[in-house]
């Protein structure tokens, strides 16, 4: 099993920045399996959405909205992910959960974080 475990939200005004992280830790075999790390970020009556994704050879994939914006980065070492995020703005208001996913058994197997409140004001 894998525990993913986030840290840094909290409350920011409009244009300021915030630094997430999320580490994982468990199984040390389950942990080397992983590949994706990231965050997804879910607004109140909102779904779920991606924010960013980093593999474990560095390539990320962002959505559209937070390109130029904010920036995922991967600590292998640490079996940790960061999410720089600059220019924040009232609408990025959300929780933020760490994903991870990798092999497990014959298939894959996501893994979530219990999320950290990000609030910007305006």
């Known amino acids: 099993q894998v525990q993913l475990v986030e840290s840094g939200g909290g409350l920011v005004q409009a244009g300021g920045s915030l630094r997430l992280s999320c580490a994982a830790s468990?199984?040390?075999?389950?942990?080397?399996?992983?590949?994706?790390m990231g965050w997804y970020r879910q607004a109140p009556r909102q779904q779920r959405e991606l924010v960013a994704v980093?593999?474990?050879?560095?390539?990320?994939n962002y959505a559209d909205s937070m390109k130029g914006r904010f920036t995922v980065s991967r600590d292998n070492a640490k079996s940790t992910v960061y999410l720089q995020m600059n220019s924040l703005k009232p609408e990025d208001t959300a929780v933020y959960y760490c994903?991870?996913?990798?092999?497990?058994?014959?298939?894959?197997?996501?893994?979530w974080g219990q999320g950290t409140q990000v609030t910007v004001s305006a």
């Open positions: 980093i593999t474990s050879g560095g390539s990320t």
């Open positions: 468990g199984n040390i075999f389950t942990i080397n399996a992983i590949n994706a």
């Open positions: 994903y991870a996913n990798g092999h497990y058994g014959s298939g894959y197997r996501d893994y």
